[in-house]
């Protein structure tokens, strides 16, 4: 706790990142990596695997674009620098461990983008009745990466809304993020999770929809991520989540 909370201070992030709690969010995420790494590990190279496997399939190899970088744990940076001519990485925040990686590459590119078009208003202490269709960056990409991000985009927004509506607006943020994707040009890959398990002695004893009632094709892939094995959330139940993967959402 000590120690994210001296990360908290002592990263130069931009004051609204941090007083509305993105910046804790992708601490809370690496720290937890350190403390689970055993459990992520198949997860995260089942989802580097994919990206690899997507990025392959695609016809045009110019431009790839990643949505929610985050710490790079499940970007295959180095092969997809590889193979595309131009790698922009997307997100609200690049941590300065990322921008030093990403350095090494002469063809690697950062932007620092809110994806909701959201923030600024919630920085303002205002909250749109509706999320809005959001207008997403560098949408020239030959192929476009939705990364482990559906999920987390109305984590914070969610926050700022009466709790009565709060399902009901995070639905639609990630209504209005799929909707943003299927307006590309380009393809694509999209790796979210779908369900929520507790899990007690082996048995699924509870469950808990994450995208509320949107209803997403059949996958190419799914496996189950291990979040969060016992007791790192609940004393006796571990939390996983169900991984759907697509390589081309919209068969572009
Ligand atoms: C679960 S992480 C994805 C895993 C990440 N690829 C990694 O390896 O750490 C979700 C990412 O979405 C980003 N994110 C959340 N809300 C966002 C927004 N409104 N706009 C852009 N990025 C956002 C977070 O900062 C975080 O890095």
Known sequence: MLREWLIHRTTPAPEPIKRLGYLKEQIAIAARHRRLYPAWKTHLERSRRFVLWSAANCPVQNKVVILGSGGLLDVPLGDLADDFAEVVLIDIFHPPAVRAWAAQYPNIYLLEADLTDLVDDLADGKMPSDPPLPDLPEADADLVVSLNLLSQLPLIPARHVPEKQAKAFAAEIQRQHLRALQ????????????????????????????????????PDERWIWNLAPAPEVERARDLRLRIAAYSNLFRK
Not at 185 to 210: K, Q, S, Y
């Open 183 to 218: 307006a590309l040009p380009g393809r694509v890959c999209l790796i979210t999770e779908t369900v929520r398990e507790f899990v007690e002695d082996g048995d699924v004893d509870e469950t808990e929809p994450v995208l509320a009632d949107i209803k997403l094709p059949e």
